[in-house]
Each structure stands twice: as C-alpha cells, then as structure tokens.
C-alpha cells in the first residue's frame, strides 16, 4: 500500500490549506485514515483520525479548526485546516491501516508534506 500526500505549502497565521493523501497498491479494504505530523525536535503526533464509517476523533489542539474527510470509494482522506498558526507548523503524514489480504492488516504512511505557519 504507497500513500501519497499533497497540498503542504507555506502560509500566514490565520490562513487556510488542504492537505490531500491517495492510496494505491493492493489491499482488500482501508480502515482507519488519518493525519500525524511531526515539528521540529518533536514526536509524531495524531491530528485527526476517521474510520470508514465517517467517525472522526481530533486532537484538542485542532478542534474547531481542522476537518478531516475521505472518500471510501477513491480511498483518499483529506485535511481542511483553518485558522493555522505558527504552532501547527509541521510535517504532515497521512496514514491508513490496510487489511491487505484476509485477517492481515498492515499500517502505512505518505512521505509528509510540510506545513509551514509564519508572517
């Protein structure tokens, strides 16, 4: 399964981008889809998960500011992010959990795309 992320640029505070992330390759079904990013001398942390049944779970640090969305049957996952700050400057990585043949699940990860908050 290869993940592939776009839509990271640079932007001011208070500004808008939208991050996209395709999938390919073989599996049977993608479960959980989400975003982690990671700062600089920091860990990689969740964003913002999804299910296949549209359920969503977000860190509290982008509640009310991110929305993340996918599309089951092109198996892409989106992040709408508003109202960015410099604090949400970051590599972005999209990731899913794959079952790739039946009762094998694997997780997988997008390259990152950098997400850059500054005046």
């Known amino acids: 399964v290869q993940l592939q992320a776009s839509g990271g640029g640079s932007v001011q505070p208070g500004g808008s981008l939208r991050l996209s992330c395709s999938t390919s390759?073989?599996?049977?079904?993608?479960?959980?889809m989400g975003w982690y990013r990671q700062a600089p001398g920091k860990q990689r942390d969740v964003v913002a998960s999804?299910?296949?049944?549209?359920?969503?779970n977000y860190t509290d640090s982008v509640k009310g500011r991110f929305t993340i969305s996918r599309d089951n049957a092109k198996n892409t996952v989106s992040l709408q992010m508003n109202s960015l700050k410099p604090e949400d400057t970051a590599v972005y990585y999209c990731?899913?959990?794959?079952?790739?043949?039946?009762?094998?699940?694997?997780?997988?990860w997008g390259q990152g795309t950098l997400v850059t908050v500054s005046s």
């Open positions: 990731y899913c959990n794959a079952e790739i043949s039946r009762f094998r699940f694997g997780d997988y």
């Open positions: 390759g073989s599996f049977l079904n993608i479960n959980k």
């Open positions: 999804i299910t296949n049944a549209g359920n969503t």
